[in-house]
């Protein structure tokens, strides 16, 4: 019931873009906040933008569109905005979403990127999905999509690891280039959950420079690592299910970062990622 709430509350707060996903196990409530919004009139459809993405398990071509079609069934929309291939390897395909052996180990699937790509460009055809993209692909990966004979529609989208500490000057670059935007997962540091983040990496938020800047303008640190990503281009989907921080982390608009300010947070890159993704 939390991811209720936080949608409804982030949707009153102006925001419109939400991220999510079919293993985030809470897309009926995500729906349902829309759904609810749509009602009371607060917004239309269409002025949400909703990413949802196609897990690992999924990566066959013949699986995309059934399971883009099981997300908005969860979802009860009729189409997302953008739909992205959550990561570029498989899973063995079935109900198991980390699928193991009995030694624990993940059992993973030959699929061909391209061909799962071409399904995602008929479910674009489709109308199931406006946009199509992808996410923690790296620059050799995007250039297998972006060279594939006959490619129909290039990634929108990259979503990766990207804040302070961990700037990905060379992908973003790239990604220029090609006129893909970079969607940052994890801008404020994560929620630094040993489970899966790399707690090793100090905590951005702490940081004594992002806080000084912070200073400066009566900004948190939050507030000055989300607006240092959104002025280079790059966009950011902050998560919280604090409604304060929920608010917070909406108020990025009314203030700018100096050239100078800008080069200082481009400094604190330790190239270091919290989401190792070690699967
Ligand atoms: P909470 O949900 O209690 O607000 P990321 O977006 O980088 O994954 O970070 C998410 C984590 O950061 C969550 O643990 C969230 O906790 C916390 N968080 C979100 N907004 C703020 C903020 N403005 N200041 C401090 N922590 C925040």
């Given amino acids: 019931g939390s991811c209720l709430e936080s949608v409804k509350t982030a949707i009153d707060t102006g925001y419109r873009h939400i991220d999510g ?134 990634p929108v989208s990259n979503q990766v690891e990207c804040h302070p500490y961990f700037t990905q000057p060379k992908l973003l670059e790239f990604c220029r280039q090609h006129d893909i935007v970079i969607v940052g997962y994890s801008p404020l540091g994560t929620s630094r959950d040993e489970t899966w983040v790399n707690v090793s990496s100090p905590p951005l938020l702490k940081d004594p420079v992002l806080n000084a800047i912070g200073k400066r303008y009566n900004k948190t640190a939050a507030q000055i690592a989300l607006r240092f990503n959104i002025q280079r281009g790059v966009v950011v989907i902050p998560k919280s299910f604090n409604p304060q921080r929920i608010r917070e982390n909406f108020q990025v608009f009314d203030f700018s970062l100096t050239e100078q300010e800008m080069k200082e947070i481009e400094a604190l890159n330790k190239n270091v990622r919290y989401v190792e993704l070690l699967m």
């Fill in 21 to 154: 996903a079919f293993v985030y196990y809470n897309e009926h409530e995500v729906g349902q906040a829309i759904r609810e919004k749509i009602a009371e009139g607060k917004i239309k459809r269409e002025d949400i933008f909703y990413c949802g993405k196609l897990w690992n398990t999924c990566h066959p071509p013949e699986l995309v569109r059934p399971t883009l079609e099981k997300t908005l069934k969860i979802l009860q929309l009729d189409y997302v905005d953008l739909y992205i291939i959550e990561l570029p390897m498989a899973f063995k395909p079935g109900d198991a979403i980390y699928p193991k052996d009995e030694n624990g180990k993940f059992i993973y699937h030959e699929t061909n990127l391209c061909a799962t790509w071409e399904a995602m460009e008929a479910c674009k055809d489709a109308g199931l999905a406006k946009s199509i993209g992808v996410s923690n692909f790296n620059r050799k990966q995007l250039e297998m999509i972006l060279n594939k004979p006959g490619l129909k529609y290039k």
